[in-house]
């Protein structure tokens, strides 16, 4: 990749992403957020921007943009950003972890973001702006869908399919050819067996604690 | 790997095999399936052989067979397979894939297939047909037996036993010196910390589904 | 790493490091174990030490130590064996599997032991004679206590803190930005979603076992 990028954020999941991009090589030309990134020794070599605004002074042709908004249930942030800076004109990096395993069957769109010791395998497909993190497992000829996360330690079997903005939560298991529809929120630790159908949310049974004697 | 194999079956564990294959540079001498495989790309470039009797023709003293069955639960065709072909005489791969980690103190028998990400640790060993699945993980000092799926995800902790048959479902997790004995099913998800007899299925608690507001 | 190095313990946990010292070109000058190492072929070629009196022969200059005591809950030889070498002055090797993902951006003390697979994020910190066990997962930003052990096949995502002498159970998962008390057992196949006070234990709810019919 030859392109000059633009980083969206400065939290965890940014920080995560900017490693990356230093690992490519690629070339950073700042990144944006509304307030400079203090906890991240990382970012301190980098300019900052504070409002997404200043993104419209890159040209759309030179530059790309790296979305390093996180993303957690219920919140739009992410896909929102991705929607308005596509209509503007922008496009967005795919970027690959060089410690993930990606089949070199698998497809993913633009703007997914593959994290460190992540798995896609033979046939799968991701859609845009989605992410796979660390150490997920997408199985064979799975069908993600897009602004999907599939939150680390995640395993989804074969022909799995995903539609829109689904969440798969930390730890959580899909068992092979399930469907899950857009929406859908599948708690941390569930293990889903069944079609999900769009806008429910899935919790595991409930843990117990006690004080140790 | 210098032998030319045959790959049996055309579904998503043998396209996921296939992969492994080319990335051995395995010289391929076709696939073996009732249908051809409509939906793999990958597939198309290799000669398809529609019945098990089409094997015959081939020498077992130059090839050798890789078992692309999928194994699931209940479903013995796989283990069919390879008995019936051992019988005639017949050799299988093992496979490792480059993305796997597999321990030089680790045990394989023949035909053992470990896929992308999988972790096979020091010590332990995995008996004939069975699959280490994707980014499961089988720890130090474990035995597992023959015919058995290791589903992806899976964890098996130190010095794990099993039996024949034994099915570790999507995610599921056993801790350390657990004995499975032969034809037990450990559902997706579920957390094994009791010995479990032979003949058993183990299921997790259900998890919950409701609409989100 | 040019120093040479004395590993503690014999057992499972012990030939996992073992074949990591062999991996890294480490000088081991023995074993120290009230018993030899029966089981494992990969201890023959190498001096056995019976008692930990003859650590002291070493030179705590030229020799690091090694900690191969494995960590079960509620079992305080692992901590207590390195609080004792170290008032004596000895040091603790922190070892890294060529096959685990650190960031470079991570941090760990003396002592901590990172096994195959396991994946540690962007600005995640580790506390000294911790274990980061096969193929677990430690977010960005996390901050793992001392002498916690990570089970094989944990997920913690990003932004958890843990204090001293935390326990993750196998499989276990923990959401973002969870904080978890010292002397916490977090149970095999645990979900946690709430932070933990100090001396509990966590459960899952419990799994079904049936006859196959």
């Known amino acids: 990749m030859s392109d000059s990028v633009l980083l969206i954020g400065s939290g965890g999941h940014a920080s995560v992403l900017l490693e990356m ?10 990144y944006v957020s509304p307030s400079p990134a203090s906890n991240h020794m990382l970012f301190s070599q980098y300019r900052w921007y504070q409002n997404d605004e200043d993104i419209l002074q890159f040209d759309k042709a030179t530059i790309k ?64 702006n989605s992410i796979v993190n660390t150490g997920s497992i997408v199985e064979h000829d799975c069908s993600i869908g897009s602004n999907n996360h599939i939150a680390p330690g995640v395993t989804i079997s074969g022909q799995v399919t995903s539609q829109k903005n689904v969440h798969f939560g930390t730890g959580s298991s899909v068992i092979q050819s399930i469907n899950i529809n857009e ?13 999900v159908e769009e806008n429910c949310i899935c919790f595991p049974a409930r843990i117990t604690i006690k004080v140790r004697k």
Chains 1, 2, 3 share one sequence.
């Open 65 to 128: 943009l790296v979305n390093g908004i996180g993303s957690l249930p219920g919140n739009t942030l992410r896909a929102d950003f991705y929607t308005n800076y596509k209509i503007l004109g922008y496009s967005f990096v795919t970027l690959v972890s060089k410690d993930a395993g990606v089949s070199r069957y698998a497809t993913l769109d633009e703007g997914v973001q593959v994290m460190r010791g992540a798995i896609i395998q033979t046939g799968a497909s991701v859609g845009y």
């Open 183 to 195: 929406n859908v929120i599948v708690g941390a630790g569930s293990t889903i067996t069944k079609d």
């Open 21 to 30: 991009l230093i690992e490519h090589k690629i070339n950073i030309m700042g």
